[in-house]
């Protein structure tokens, strides 16, 4: 038995905000960043305390004239101009407003998302008390003095690996005195990659044979056996700096030897049938091959990434990890 | 429950807020009051600054009910004004004590405006105006900190905030005051106790009771009159008759059967006045004797004279009315009104009886009698006090033969008596006499210690006459006032001064209270009506209202948006910046977003390939000015713009 003895509204209200949401994207449009907030995209609608605020003035109207209280009436019109002086307060705190950009790095899946608003006051006033909204989560709350540029962080939580993505960011502030909200909506695409979370009890990595004994050809970094342009991502231990003196261009020294691996962490060699449980697993290979210092490439039934090592080649291997299968995104906003 | 301290920032506002709302109605309210608000509000910060528990929800509900419960035995009730602002006090205290969230602070600084609108409406004094923007200053500081989302800033910049955001509204409370429609109330009954109510004149008077009014300073009403102001011996201002006598009070008598018609024949000219006067809860009103019109419709005027309001007067009124100073009444009167109007219980005051009897029959025409008994008073040594001692039954026996210390109303009483025992028709007169002319403002201040009552008798040929038996025994208290008249008693008037310069300040501060009572307190329907038509708009009905109310709302919200505007405009650049960007348009190459200068200058340089050196030079002195710190690098690089040719004289 339901717990409510009315029916729901919710499903009404769900309706009528999708309404909205359509109608306002509609009637604005995408949005290319940065932008700066015109009075055309604000909105602004009283809070719960605006709307109790004002409740309280209409009670205290009603009070004074009947007690034809000159001193009540002087204090229902200061509370009247109080709040429409605040009106116009709420709408000027954003208005003007630039928003540079928005981004959000990856994260592993089960973490919240950051996603970053960043605002610049081009103003010669203070913005006070912006924050933001991703559907029901709120960002934090920042004020951003003359001539700054600050950033708002809005975390969501996330669920399954692949990409989160906000269609629908609100930028909103309720200063001066929370009687009012304004706030204009950002339809900026904005992906934060997913990460598969690593697993916790993933088996011992498999050693490839490729591996054993190193072969000869076989890239190492013990004895010096030549040179090669330089390649982005290359250690700056690698640059030859002589060369560089000499020449002008950057070149990278090439070791040959036996005590640098190359792995091949594989989909296949991978535990189990479920494929996000499998490339879990792959994600703490990958974290714990990169932490072994190990030169590591990833094959996948539908990709491939090339032997490399660093930060950046995990994180393209774990990006491709996110890809695998052209997961649906996750929508938030 | 513990306090984590994300209040700390918020909550002395709030208390502070909440003592500034309350402290008008410290005095009035009991003390336990105040000390429980006192206490509930230094453990509540205590508790935020040391993170201790919080009080248990059964201690709140004990206290509650506590303390409900002493305000029902206070007050004998929770219906009306002074219950209800005792029961939203406590409510504060124990609010604060639970209040753990923003969304409980916003409850506790409604409250506090509840409690503000509480205060005026026990009383609207002139420092009404201080305590409003004072306690509404405190709140707004009080709400910006509790509105806080951010980070906590510091107590100064909430203050600033109330500041701004008051400063800003002041205009918008100026239109609204003035062009908000006034409509007249009320809407529902209200509970008759006006402050001040009792203190006043009332509709019976037994010896002793306007000396009790006598020792109040409180103010009655104000007159302005168009004319020149009457002398003091002529400013008998009536309110009561009374011609019902008991044998120890006089009342008025309620029966309207008994008509009389009135005819009062002027022998002068006319007095044209305006009275403003405080509300008395009565329905009587004053009016200067002898009224012969009444001022509007909502009043009457009686058959003995008098001016009456159609409904109790609960509020400040104002009306203009108009009398005759020397005048002639009736000269007829029934049979049985003469009886009514002679009548005396049996028994009571046989001295006084004989005493009157003889001295008619001794005497040749009633205003003879009137004579001599009034010579008995001034040639007997009666005395004028504010403090007689007590009489007993036979009241007016006491008084004349025994005490003969006695105020305005042993007099009236006496002399009435003696008049109807001796068959002559006579009745009290209650109202006030004389007033302060205040030398500023020119009206006439009559306080509750110019309250009097004096004597009518009825005279064939004359009809109705005043005789004000009081006059003959201390004619200083018609002539002058009331202190001065008690002063060969050695008694005084509290609250009268006697210093020049303290009068001069009590005659200012009068005329700054007289002003206040008009344009503030007074401002009504009729005003406002009046305001309208000074502005040229001829019977303005509801639409004009309306339309210049939101025209100058509007008007005065778009100038705020102009200044709000205003003051967001990017900062003026500075010197060096000004000359960076003539440099631009002298090059003829604008830097793009994020560009170094050194980068312009390579880019301003290629585009201009004879001017580069020249270009990269002044670069070079900008960035001096800039990040340097030589003093002359500003008017050196506008030397070198100037030495810059610009690229159309070029081509």
Redesign the interface.
């Known amino acids: 038995m339901s717990s409510t003895p009315w029916p729901s509204l919710r499903p009404l209200r769900a309706g009528f905000y999708r309404r909205v949401a359509r109608w306002v994207r509609k009637r604005q449009g995408d949005d290319t960043l940065p932008l700066t907030l015109r009075s055309r995209r604000l909105y602004i609608l009283p809070t719960p305390?605006g709307t109790?605020?004002g409740i309280?003035c209409f009670a205290?109207l009603?009070?004074?004239?009947?007690?034809?209280?000159?001193?009540?009436?002087?204090?229902t019109?200061?509370?009247?101009?109080?709040g429409?002086?605040?009106m116009?307060?709420c709408h000027?705190n954003l208005a003007?407003l630039e928003v540079i950009a928005v981004h959000a790095a990856p994260v592993y899946a089960g973490e919240a998302a950051h996603f970053d608003i960043e605002v610049t006051n081009?103003?010669?006033?203070e913005r006070?008390?912006l924050?933001g909204r991703i559907g029901r989560n709120r960002g934090?709350?920042?004020?951003v003095k003359?001539?700054n540029t600050a950033r708002i962080r809005i975390e969501v939580p996330t669920k399954r690996r692949g990409a989160l993505a906000v269609a629908r960011i609100s930028l909103n502030s309720?200063?001066?005195?929370?009687l009012l909200n304004c706030w204009t909506w950002l339809h900026v695409d904005t992906r934060c990659t997913v990460w598969p979370r690593p697993a916790d009890d993933a088996p011992a990595r498999p050693v490839s044979p490729s591996a054993d004994g190193g072969r000869a050809g076989e890239l190492g970094d013990e004895d010096f056996s030549g040179l090669r342009d330089y390649r982005e991502g290359d250690s700056p231990r690698l640059i030859a700096w002589k060369h560089l003196a000499r020449s002008d261009t950057l070149a990278s020294k090439q070791f040959s030897g036996a005590s640098v691996s190359t792995q091949w962490i594989d989909y296949d060699t991978a535990p189990g049938t479920d494929p996000e449980r499998r490339l879990s697993v792959l994600a703490s290979w990958i974290i714990a091959a990169e932490a072994a210092g190990d030169r590591y490439g990833l094959t996948l039934p539908d990709a491939t990434v090339t032997p490399a090592r660093g930060a950046a080649h995990r994180d393209r291997c774990l990006d491709t990890l996110a890809r695998f299968g052209s997961p649906e995104p996750d929508h938030a906003g | 429950m513990r306090a984590d301290g994300r209040l700390a920032h918020s909550l002395p506002f709030i208390v502070a807020a909440l003592l500034a709302a309350f402290l008008p109605q410290i005095a009035s309210k009991p003390p336990w009051i105040t000390l429980f608000l006192v206490t509930c509000a230094g453990y509540r910060l205590l508790a935020e600054r040391r993170r201790l528990r919080l009080t248990p929800a059964w201690i709140r509900t004990v206290l509650g009910l506590g303390s409900f419960i002493a305000v029902l035995q206070v007050y004998g009730g929770i219906n009306g004004v002074a219950p209800g602002s005792a029961l939203l006090a406590v409510m504060a205290a124990l609010k604060l004590l639970e209040t753990n969230s923003q969304r409980d602070q916003?409850v506790l600084l409604?409250i506090c405006?509840?409690m503000?609108?509480a205060s005026?409406?026990q009383g609207?004094h002139i420092w009404?105006?201080v305590y409003?923007f004072g306690a509404?200053g405190v709140t707004?500081a009080a709400?910006?900190a509790?509105?806080?989302?951010?980070?906590p800033r510091s107590g100064r910049w909430y203050v600033r905030?109330a500041g701004v955001?008051?400063s800003?509204?002041?205009p918008?409370?100026l239109a609204?005051?003035v062009l908000?429609p006034?409509?007249?109330?009320?809407?529902?009954a209200?509970p008759t106790e006006s402050g001040g109510a009792n203190t006043g004149l009332s509709s019976t008077m037994s010896p002793g009771d306007i000396s009790k009014l006598s020792k109040s300073n409180a103010l009655s009403f104000r007159a302005s009159f168009e004319g020149p102001t009457p002398e003091p011996s002529q400013r008998y201002w009536r309110a009561i008759v009374m011609d019902r006598f008991d044998g120890r009070s006089w009342s008025a008598n309620e029966n309207w059967a008994m008509n009389e018609p009135n005819a009062i024949v002027p022998n002068g000219s006319e007095v044209r006045y305006t009275v403003r006067m405080e509300p008395t809860d009565q329905r009587w009103m004053y009016a200067l004797d002898m009224p012969v019109s009444r001022g509007g419709r909502e009043m009457l005027m009686t058959r003995f004279q008098t001016l009456e309001s159609r409904k109790p007067i609960n509020?400040r009124k104002e009306y203009t009315v108009v009398s005759v100073l020397d005048y002639t009444t009736n000269t007829r009167m029934q049979r049985e009104r003469f009886n009514y109007n002679t009548f005396l219980p049996d028994g009571v005051n046989p001295r006084a009886r004989e005493f009157a009897t003889q001295l008619r029959d001794d005497s040749g025409s009633v205003e003879d009698f009137a004579n001599r008994v009034l010579t008995h008073f001034r040639t007997e040594p009666f005395y004028y006090t504010l403090s007689p001692p007590p009489l007993g039954r036979n009241s007016v026996d006491e008084f004349v033969f025994g005490t003969r210390r006695g105020f305005c109303e042993h007099y009236a009483s006496a002399f009435a008596f003696m008049m109807r025992a001796a068959g002559v028709p006579a009745r009290i007169v209650a109202g006030y006499q004389g007033g302060e002319i205040n030398p500023l403002g020119g009206f006439l201040t009559v306080r509750q210690s110019d309250a009097h009552a004096w004597t009518e008798i009825w005279i064939s040929n004359r009809g109705w006459v005043r005789v004000d038996p009081t006059a003959a025994v201390a004619p200083q208290r018609i002539e002058q006032n009331l202190d001065s008249a008690l002063r060969e008693s050695g008694e005084r008037v509290p609250g009268a001064f006697d210093l020049p310069i303290m009068e001069r300040l009590q005659v200012a501060w009068d005329l700054v209270n007289a002003r206040w009572d008009e344009w503030?307190?007074?401002?009504?329907p009729e005003t406002q009506r009046n305001f309208f038509e000074w502005l040229g708009i001829e019977n303005p009905d509801w639409r004009d209202y309306i339309v210049l109310l939101t025209a100058s709302?509007i008007s005065i919200?778009a100038v705020?948006?102009v200044l709000?505007?205003w003051?967001?405009?990017?900062?003026t650049r500075d010197a060096a910046s000004r000359a960076y960007r003539a440099l631009q348009r002298r090059a003829g190459t604008r830097t793009m977003r994020g560009e170094a200068p050194l980068t312009w200058a390579r880019r301003a340089g290629a585009a201009r390939p004879t001017q580069a050196e020249h270009i990269d030079a002044a670069v070079r002195l900008y960035l001096s000015a800039r990040y340097g710190d030589e003093q002359d690098a500003v008017p050196r690089l506008r030397r070198a713009i100037r030495a810059l040719p610009s690229q159309r004289a070029e081509a």
């Open positions: 305390v109790t605020f309280v205290m009603l009070g004074s004239m009947n007690y034809n209280n000159s001193m009540g009436f002087a204090l019109f200061l509370l009247v101009a109080t429409l002086v605040a116009h307060r000027r003007g081009t103003s010669g006033r006070v008390e924050t934090s709350v920042i004020d003359a001539g309720r200063y001066p005195l929370a | 916003f409604f405006l509840f503000i609108l005026f409406l609207q009404s105006v409003l509404f707004l709400w910006s509790a509105a806080r989302d951010g980070a905030e955001a008051m800003l509204a002041l918008l409370l609204l005051w908000f006034r409509v007249p109330g009320p809407f529902w209200i509020e503030v307190l007074g401002f009504g709302l919200m705020i948006t709000l505007w003051q967001q405009r990017p900062p």
